[in-house]
């Protein structure tokens, strides 16, 4: 059964993105979705007119429509896109058995008592738009293990770092309360314990002890490497060799630096967001903690300390994830209502960020927890990670030239990175959850977009926006097939539902 669900998901994502990066061969018939891939017609009913929602994938076989399975599709894909890629049905396959296995392990794991926690636990389809969302490519250890959908908690594993070779900027201190047995003139620095099996630190004479496992268990959120450590009440951002959706995971030298720099310079910025949008949060990278013993250690053990949601949302408030609540039953009686709500809490800090302050967020689903009063309405935005967090025209003299290069982004670039996390990535999945028509919930989007552009005298780039030109669409399955970097993925056009009534 499990084997079923799992299948339907994968073949579900394949679909969604052939109709997303296959222009010119995809077309509406009735209540279907049609493309034509590999030379190939399919088909996939596409409840409220979205291909978030898609179910029943066939294929034409002469005159006769037969069920569409994801090894055909992968097979058809082949045929479709140029060159060849060896890894790519094994990469589809991992995904759907990650599936398979973690709605398994779910029929009997306790999910976390803590909301939050359990919404960051809830991603078990992934990315909706992505060819292996779950794949977990790592060559040791098994992934359930340390999986946040499968409920895990693990111990970290702890490591002595001797005071000479530790790298750090920031504040870190968190870290140090991590109740450890440290010899003198050492450092505590916590692993991954799944990034210690991979990358076997070099201990005894490398100036790095071996501690042994911490005395208490965190939390995997949904980015699979940055845990919750319920003691410390911080979130910790690891590095980890595991190939997730598009990228190994690891923490560049240049972007443990970043983060602590931009927290540094966010502040100000998320002070005046919140002064103007009052439910606007952020969360904060405040240090880094790593060890100097060459780049892949360095980058390998390297530890960002990320701020939690609690206490930042105050009382009666519950943040969640917005990637999970695009897979609940959301907007109670008067959806219409609750989605103005959300845009206007989730959209506009986003909008007021890049044109008043410069600054690009990436506010995809699964970088947003949304905090919702009790009655369930959205009335606070929480941003987080600064990876992808980036600047525009500031002045960034005396921060070194790679990490100052990895922190900006040209205005177009931003501008795009914006407009498809927000719209094509996050709003567009809430707004196919809510169960209202689409062209209300997009007019409603319009209104309250157009109101915040009178208000500051629409810049160019938000005219555009308004204008009903196509919006960039993020190319996952083209991006996987060329085994692209994830910093060189291509965008493809899609429709622009914002459309003023
Ligand atoms: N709609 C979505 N858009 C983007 N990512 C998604 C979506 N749904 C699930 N995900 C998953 O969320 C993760 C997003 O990766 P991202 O690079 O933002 O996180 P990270 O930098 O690894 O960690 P963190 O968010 O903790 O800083 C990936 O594992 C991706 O597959
Ligand atoms: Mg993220």
Same mark, same amino acid.
């Given at each position: 059964m499990?084997?079923?669900?799992?299948?339907?998901?994968? /073949?579900?994502a394949l679909f969604r993105c052939c109709v997303r990066e296959l222009p010119g061969q995809a077309f509406p018939a009735g209540a279907y979705t049609m493309v034509r891939v590999g030379g190939?017609? $399919?088909?996939? $009913?596409? =409840?409220?007119?979205? @291909? /978030?929602?898609?179910?029943?994938?066939?294929?034409?076989?002469?005159?006769?429509?037969?069920?569409?399975?994801?090894a055909d599709l992968v097979e058809l894909i082949g045929r479709e896109l140029?060159?060849?890629?060896?890894?790519? %049905?094994?990469?589809?396959?991992?995904?759907?058995k990650v599936i398979e296995r973690v709605l398994a392990a779910r029929a009997h794991a306790k999910p976390p008592a803590d909301p939050w926690m359990a919404s960051?636990?809830?991603?078990?389809?992934?990315?909706?738009?992505?060819? %292996?969302?779950?794949?977990?490519?790592? /060559?040791?250890? +098994?992934?359930?293990?340390? @999986? !946040?959908?499968?409920?895990?908690?693990?111990?970290?594993?702890?490591?002595?770092?001797?005071?000479?070779?530790? /790298?750090?900027?920031? +504040?870190?201190s968190a870290v140090d309360r991590i109740p450890a047995e440290v010899p003198p003139g050492y450092r505590l620095l916590p692993v991954h314990p799944w990034q210690y099996e991979l990358i076997q630190?070099?201990?005894?004479?490398? =100036?790095?002890?071996?501690?042994?496992?911490?005395?208490?268990?965190?939390?995997?959120?949904?980015?699979?490497?940055t845990v919750y450590d319920p003691l410390l009440d911080k979130c910790l951002k690891f590095s980890l060799d595991v190939r997730i959706t598009n990228c190994v995971r690891k923490n560049a030298w240049y972007e443990l630096s970043g983060a602590v720099e931009l927290s540094r310079r966010l502040a100000p910025v998320f002070a005046a967001l919140t002064e103007r949008f009052p439910g606007t949060r952020w969360l904060p990278e405040p240090g880094y903690r790593s060890v100097d013993l060459g780049r892949e250690m360095?980058?390998? $053990?390297?530890?960002?300390?990320?701020?939690?949601?609690?206490?930042?949302?105050?009382?009666?408030?519950?943040?969640?994830?917005?990637?999970?609540?695009?897979?609940?039953?959301? =907007?109670?009686? +008067?959806p219409v209502s609750w989605w103005r709500a959300y845009v206007e809490v989730v959209a506009l800090p986003v909008l007021e960020a890049y044109f008043r302050h410069g600054v690009v967020l990436e506010p995809h689903l699964q970088n947003v927890l949304v905090g919702l009063d009790p009655a369930g309405w959205p009335v606070q935005a929480?941003?987080?990670?600064?990876?992808?967090?980036?600047?525009?025209?500031?002045?960034?003299?005396?921060?070194? =030239?790679?990490?100052?290069?990895?922190?900006t982004y040209t205005p177009e670039k931003g501008w795009d990175r914006v407009v498809y996390c927000l719209v094509v990535n996050h709003l567009a999945e809430i707004a196919a959850s809510l169960g209202a028509p689409l062209e209300t919930l997009w007019g409603v989007?319009?209104?309250?977009?157009?109101?915040?552009?009178?208000?500051?005298?629409?810049?160019?780039?938000?005219?555009?926006?308004?204008?009903?030109?196509?919006? !960039?669409?993020?190319?996952?399955?083209?991006?996987?097939? %060329?085994?692209?970097? +994830?910093?060189?993925?291509?965008?493809?056009?899609?429709?622009?539902?914002?459309?003023?009534?």
């Open positions: 499990y084997i079923d669900v799992a299948e339907r998901a994968t /073949v579900a190939v017609w $399919l088909r996939a $009913l596409t =409840g409220g007119g979205t @291909a /978030v929602r898609l179910s029943g994938p066939q294929r034409l076989t002469g005159s006769a429509w037969e069920p569409l399975t994801s140029p060159g060849v890629n060896g890894e790519f %049905a094994e990469q589809v396959t991992g995904s759907r960051e636990q809830e991603l078990v389809f992934g990315h909706p738009f992505h060819p %292996a969302p779950k794949a977990r490519e790592a /060559v040791k250890g +098994d992934w359930i293990d340390y @999986a !946040p959908e499968a409920h895990a908690t693990f111990p970290l594993r702890l490591l002595a770092v001797r005071e000479d070779l530790v /790298v750090e900027e920031g +504040d870190v630190p070099p201990l005894g004479d490398s =100036g790095l002890l071996d501690l042994g496992w911490a005395d208490h268990e965190v939390l995997p959120t949904s980015s699979v490497r360095l980058e390998g $053990l390297g530890v960002l300390v990320r701020c939690s949601p609690h206490g930042r949302c105050g009382p009666g408030v519950t943040p969640v994830l917005a990637g999970a609540l695009a897979l609940r039953d959301i =907007g109670g009686g +008067d929480v941003f987080r990670d600064l990876e992808g967090t980036k600047l525009v025209g500031h002045d960034l003299a005396g921060v070194p =030239g790679e990490v100052a290069a990895a922190m989007a319009a209104e309250e977009i157009s109101a915040y552009g009178d208000s500051i005298g629409w810049p160019e780039p938000l005219r555009r926006l308004m204008s009903g030109v196509p919006l !960039p669409a993020k190319a996952n399955l083209t991006v996987r097939w %060329a085994r692209r970097a +994830d910093r060189a993925a291509t965008y493809v056009p899609v429709a622009n539902p914002l459309v003023v009534a």
